[in-house]
């Protein structure tokens, strides 16, 4: 039903050069911009986070990458042109328990990944968005920003995790769940850095008992090119749909 391989391990660390670096200057608006070596690659850092939600519209973001696809448990194609096209409110849920858990964890976790892993140059600036100009429908905030010990460039993802059922465990079992693949796939799209390093927090309860896992997942670029010229396409195809009104074929979600 999909082509996307699954080439991701468990975290490790392999040589390549870098083609440039991270350059900041201040722009209008209190925002900053930076471009990446040769690329058109743009960084900004909103004021605050009522800013970052506004220039979070006319794109797609990582987390809208799966349903593209066929690949969202939660959102289909359909439903999300409908909210992109302005047809219906995207439910908002950053009050619940576990979006708030999320949220609150993140820091720690990123921190925690510093401490494990001191390998990696960590760092994080707070509503950021990153634009590149060869993909302008496209837009990538992120958990983190790695430099690793041959100066190349990664992403940090974090997710937190209520395991409910054993099927929700088998999808992290030596892979990395398709809607969250999706995710990491755009956010190298956009960065067109070099790697990604998932790190995932997997709470569950047996018996009254609380346990949780930690999984890290790194994803090389090089292996997932094919992967992300897919994804690309598809959500090009995608947003000339947003653009033009034109209603996109359903493509039925992942169960």
């Known amino acids: 039903r999909h082509r996307f391989l699954y080439l991701t391990v468990a975290v490790g660390f392999g040589p390549g050069p870098y083609w440039g670096r991270l350059h900041r200057v201040p722009t209008a608006g209190g925002l900053w911009q930076g471009k990446v070596g040769r690329m058109s690659v743009n960084k900004y850092i909103f004021k605050s986070r009522a800013e970052w939600l506004e220039g979070r519209k006319g794109h797609i973001g990582g987390s809208d990458a799966s349903a593209c696809v066929g690949m969202n448990p939660y959102k289909d194609?359909?439903?999300?042109?409908?909210?992109?096209r302005g047809l219906v409110i995207p439910e908002d849920i950053s009050d619940r328990d576990y979006v708030r858990y999320g949220t609150e964890a993140e820091?720690?976790?990123?921190?925690?990944?510093?401490?494990?892993?001191?390998q990696y140059q960590v760092t994080y600036d707070e509503d950021n968005m990153f634009i590149n100009t060869a993909y302008p429908w496209m837009h990538a905030s992120l958990d983190g920003e790695l430099v690793d010990n041959d100066g190349r460039h990664g992403i940090l993802e974090i997710k937190t995790t209520n395991i409910l059922q054993s099927m929700q465990r088998e999808k992290w079992r030596d892979r990395i769940p398709d809607n969250y693949f999706c995710q990491v796939l755009h956010y190298l799209a956009v960065t067109e850095y070099d790697f990604a390093v998932l790190k995932a927090q997997l709470k569950s309860d047996w018996g009254g008992e609380l346990r949780i896992t930690i999984k890290h997942y790194l994803i090389e670029r090089k292996d997932v090119e094919e992967d992300i010229k897919y994804l690309v396409e598809a959500e090009r195809r995608f947003w000339d749909c947003v653009v033009t009104g034109r209603r996109p074929d359903l493509i039925l979600p992942a169960i």
């Open 107 to 118: 820091k720690h976790l990123r921190a925690l990944f510093a401490m494990d892993y001191p």
């Open 77 to 84: 194609n359909v439903q999300l042109w409908e909210e992109k």
